[in-house]
């Protein structure tokens, strides 16, 4: 009798960070039961930023033939050759690109976007923390003591608590950093698509998208944890940067597209912002000669913002939970609405 299957193909030599462990492939092959094949395809992975860039004929023999596929991201090639693929699983938050690769094809789609939550949101804080406690001026090392930087009149320190984060995608990495901010006093705004939701008692306002120059406005932080859609790119042009107090520290996590660089950079040379954090640019890797890179008021970090030694751990579960629950027929978590774009 022929065996339904499921193929999963997250597999990296060089960032074991996000290769499946065999745990994992264990715990799902428990779950399916005999009825079921879970094939590992051992290929190299070149993964960034939505997911895979190409695909080896490995994988696309393996697909074929297949009810499920988890990996990261869902390439246009895969759609094309898994004919009788029914739920597709990205390992990545990010889903664009796998939207356009979808197309019109009747597949349920779901990712991992709540799996990054937990680092992302340490990465906002620790990226708030380094401005308000003047750790970018001893980083410059332009001067051994600059204790009249931090002292003197006019000095840019400041304690977070007490202090204003606005949070522009209030989803599950949003809720993330609200409540890790909420816990260490800041007030939080929180900005996102439905602000009726019920929830979020971390969160002091919650506005809708049209309130986004408002909230923006009053921030001592802006943080971006919102997907890319059509909507979201270029959301932070200059007009918005203008908008954003002198004092301000815009953080980026989400995807470099989000945000106007050119724009961005001005207004740090000019000082019109006491500071960025970007974890994601809109070219990546960045080039050594980006003019970002020479910037002494950004923090930039390699898209890494979300490596934790706990990524499996959340990952398994999601995986896990969601294989139980198609298998019973019931509705998945971490469910993508195609017609959002989320």
Do not use: C
Not at 32 to 61: I, K, M, N, R, Y
Not at 92 to 118: H, I, M, Q
Request: glycine share 10%; charged share 25%.
């Amino acid at each position: 009798m022929a065996h339904r299957r499921l193929v999963v193909w997250i597999h990296s030599t060089r960032y074991p960070t996000w290769s499946v462990p065999a745990d994992t492939l264990r715990r799902l092959r428990d779950i399916a039961g005999p009825g079921w094949e879970v094939e590992s395809v051992e290929v190299e992975a070149e993964a960034a930023g939505d997911g895979a860039t190409g695909v080896p004929p490995e994988v696309l023999a393996a697909v074929e033939g297949a009810e499920i596929y988890f990996g990261f991201g869902v390439p246009a090639e895969i759609v094309r050759r898994g004919r009788e693929l029914r739920w597709v699983h990205s390992a990545a938050a990010g889903v664009r690109t796998t939207l356009e690769g979808l197309g019109t094809a009747d597949l349920v789609l779901t990712n991992s976007a709540g799996v990054y939550g937990p680092p992302l949101a340490e990465w906002a804080i620790g990226a708030m923390l380094y401005f308000a406690r003047g750790f970018d001026i001893v980083r410059r090392g332009d001067d051994p003591w600059p204790y009249d930087e931090f002292a003197g009149h006019g000095h840019p320190l400041r304690e977070i608590a007490g202090s204003r984060v606005t949070v522009v995608g209030y989803g599950g990495i949003g809720a993330e950093i609200g409540r890790r901010a909420n816990a260490l006093g800041m007030r939080v705004t929180g900005v996102r698509a439905r602000p009726d939701l019920p929830g979020a008692e971390e969160v002091e306002r919650m506005l809708g998208p049209d309130a986004l120059a408002e909230a923006v406005a009053e921030a001592h932080y802006v943080v971006l944890a919102l997907p890319e859609t059509e909507e979201s790119v270029s959301l932070v042009d200059r007009e918005l940067l203008a908008g954003m107090r002198a004092d301000a520290v815009l953080l980026n996590l989400s995807r470099g597209s989000l945000v106007d660089e050119p724009a961005l950079i001005d207004a740090l040379r000019g000082g019109r912002l006491r500071g960025a954090a970007l974890d994601v640019f809109a070219t990546e890797p960045l080039r050594p000669d980006s003019p970002l890179l020479a910037l002494p008021n950004l923090l930039a970090t390699p898209h890494a913002g979300s490596v934790s030694p706990r990524f499996w751990e959340r990952q398994s579960d999601l995986m896990a939970d969601n294989l139980a629950r198609y298998l019973r027929g019931e509705e998945l978590v971490n469910r993508v609405d195609r017609k959002r774009g989320y």
